[in-house]
């Protein structure tokens, strides 16, 4: 038996940075469970922006202004005009709503004094704003690749017509069964894209599968079966052009180990090795977004507290329905 005595959460992020040992991270969980309250901080996705967003931290912080401008000359146009002053309409598009949730999340991070995260996660493109607030990827390299990813999923959606839908007061297993008995006796694409939280999924896929798909799961048994007024089948296989466009700007990049794990959507598990990383990195395109799971492990491993960093409350809402114990907060 191990007795650890007086490991800081200091300590182990250094020893965290410098082993890629899982029994280092447990002793951490174990020994401090009881002695020191581990934060989280946990990034949004698309679906969170409002106009406005950023306007005020612009307007206040000299570095948060001097961030939102390297942004500007890096995508090539003022998507801080769009975010300050534009309508919702512009907010939607894609190639300017995942920079404009990526931006006003990490320059928030980044200027928050007392960011010390014993964890971090993502929703979705939040990941990519997680891995550059835990020092893993650099401003200049995230915001790079978000906008390849952006115009890259703008272009698979254009390339085949394809959807979402919410599905509520369900259990996912039932609904995993609906989604696999369409797909392989109708020859549709439909698969579970987002666990958000116990009896809220998210499928994805072709017009016809998730139209299918929802009057299945209302006749199983669903509360409500929603279509989404979304651009694609985010998190599908008909992302597989995008995800193939985004894995060589992300081989293409440097990946440096994270100052704490992040929990990456693919399995919701923690990771700081940089080749690990990006291969869930790249598979996260046609793979589901493990929410659920994410917040449960998290809690599991010792996080009681989790903070949310960037536009709106939607992650809070939805750890608070995952984890009823959990304390939340925005920065």
Known sequence: MFIVANFTKSDFLFWHKNTSSIFAKKIYYFSQKNLLKMNAYIFPGQGSQFVGMGKELYQNNQEAKELFEKGNEILGFRITDLMFEGTAEDLKETNVTQPAIFLHSVILAKVTSDFNPAAVAGHSLGEFSALVAAGALSFEDG???????????QKACEKEPSTMAAILALDDQIAEKVCQDIAQNENQIVVPANYNCPGQLVISGSIKG??????ALK???????LTLNVGGAFHSPLMESAREELAKAINEINIESPSCPIYQNVDAKPYTEPAKIKENLIAQLTAPVRWTQTIQNMSTDGVSKFIECGAGKVLQGLVKKIQRSAEVASV
Do not use: H, N, P, Y
């Open 143 to 153: 915001l790079r690749l978000v906008k390849i990813r952006a115009e890259a999923m």
């Open 210 to 215: 998730i139209e299918m798909a929802c009057q």
């Open 219 to 225: 006749e199983a048994g669903a509360k409500r079966a």
